[in-house]
């Protein structure tokens, strides 16, 4: 073989040493943080379900104390 190719997969071989020093370091982060990012994704989630039930019991106690007819009701129910 020639040194030009010698030099060429001399070259891709350390690319690829390089690939894998970067690519492991970041993923170990990566793991870390997304671990904790879904968790608070989660907390939100849990968060915003009460908070829509509250609103929806509220609401459903203004609707029954309405008639039906009224512009209050069309509105709430709505």
Known sequence: M???????LLLLAY????????????????????RRELWESF??????????KE??????EELSGERKDSERFKEIER
């Open 2 to 8: 020639s040194d030009a190719i010698l030099q060429v």
């Open 15 to 34: 690319l690829a040493i390089g690939l894998i020093s970067v690519t492991f370091p970041i993923y170990a982060i990566c793991v870390t943080y997304l």
């Open 43 to 52: 907390k939100e989630q849990k968060k915003g379900v009460e908070n829509l």
């Open 55 to 60: 609103n929806i019991s509220r609401l459903m």
